[in-house]
């Protein structure tokens, strides 16, 4: 009884010998994971577009220069449409 008893003790401590390691190589494994895109310690910034020069037209003509209106669809010296 003793000695069977002792015997699954053993196996439990050995399990536990085995599984460790296995366990712990498992926690790195899954912790090195996302080494892609994510940056550690720097603050995750969302992504910024750069500057609207394209979808609103808060620049100068793309034909003249000139320095146009916010929003302004037409350029007001040449009236090139801006895009
Ligand atoms: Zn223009």
């Known amino acids: 009884m ?16 085995f599984c460790f390691p296995i366990g712990l190589i498992y926690l790195v494994i899954k912790w090195q994971e996302p080494s892609g895109p994510v940056n550690f310690g720097a603050p ?14 808060t620049g100068f003509c793309q034909k003249c220069g000139a320095a146009l209106e916010p929003g302004a669809q037409f350029c007001q010296k040449c009236g090139n449409r801006q895009q």
């Open 2 to 17: 003793a000695k069977t008893f002792t015997g699954s003790i053993l196996i439990l401590v050995l399990l536990l010998i």
């Open 44 to 57: 995750a910034q969302p992504y910024q577009q750069p500057p609207q020069q394209y979808q609103q037209n």
